[in-house]
Every structure is written in C-alpha cells, then in structure tokens.
Nanobody, 122 residues
Framework: QVQLVESGGGLVQPGGSLRLSCAASGSGFSIVAMGWYRQAPGKQRELVAQISNAGININYSDSVKGRFTISRDNAKNTVYLQMNSLKPDDTAVYYC???????????????WGQGTQVTVSS
C-alpha cells in the first residue's frame, strides 16, 4: 500500500505563490496518473489537476487553469503543484492521489493522506 504525504501549504496573501509536494512511499507511483485535489470547508472534494504517468498528458480544472502547474519526478516518487496568483477561493486542504481512470476523478488507487492546508488571506 502506497502512503501519500502532502506538504508545502501555508498562509499566503492574495496574488502570492506556493509550491505543494506529494511524496509517495512504496512502488507503483511511476506507472499511474496522479491528481491534485482540494476540499474547502463545507464543499465537496474536487480535482484541480492531473498528470499522466510519464507527464505527457495534463489537465486542469477551469478554476485553476493558467495559474497552477502540475509536474512530477518519478525518480523521487513525488508530484508537485506550483500555485501562482492565488485567490481567497483557493483556500482549502490539498490532497494528492493516484488515479485509476483518467476520466473518473474519484476512482483512486490509495488511501488519502492528511493533506496540506492552503489559506489565502490578507
């Protein structure tokens, strides 16, 4: 069973940037697509970005397109989310997971990690 550890969150002012990391222990990371998700208080968890196993295919939700960049380093079993031009609406707990299906956002491989809190506020 792969374990996921997200990090890099924090408090940032609107317009600021953060880089999130998700480290995966165990085998299997390099052969699966990965997704970054977020869950704001009182809202459902949503997929914001996904990347194929080799990093060739990438998708973003409309809400983050042009501001966030997903990348991965299979040698380090790590996926990243560079977040620029942050807005208060980006405030949420951010999670990563492996995706069983490119087209099914919540068909994931592993148990969820603890997530990392991102708060965008002045």
């Amino acid at each position: 069973q792969v374990q996921l550890v997200e990090s890099g969150g924090g408090l940032v002012q609107p317009g600021g940037s953060l880089r999130l990391s998700c480290a995966a222990s165990g085998s299997g990371f390099s052969i699966v697509a990965m997704g970054w998700y977020r869950q704001a208080p009182g809202k459902q968890r949503e997929l914001v970005a996904q990347i194929s196993n080799a990093g060739i295919n990438i998708n973003y939700s409309d809400s983050v397109k042009g501001r966030f960049t997903i990348s991965r380093d299979n040698a380090k079993n790590t996926v990243y989310l560079q977040m620029n031009s942050l807005k208060p609406d980006d405030t949420a707990v951010y999670y990563c997971n492996g995706k069983r299906s490119w087209y099914n956002d919540f068909d994931v491989w592993w148990s969820w990690g603890q997530g990392t809190q991102v708060t965008v506020s002045s």
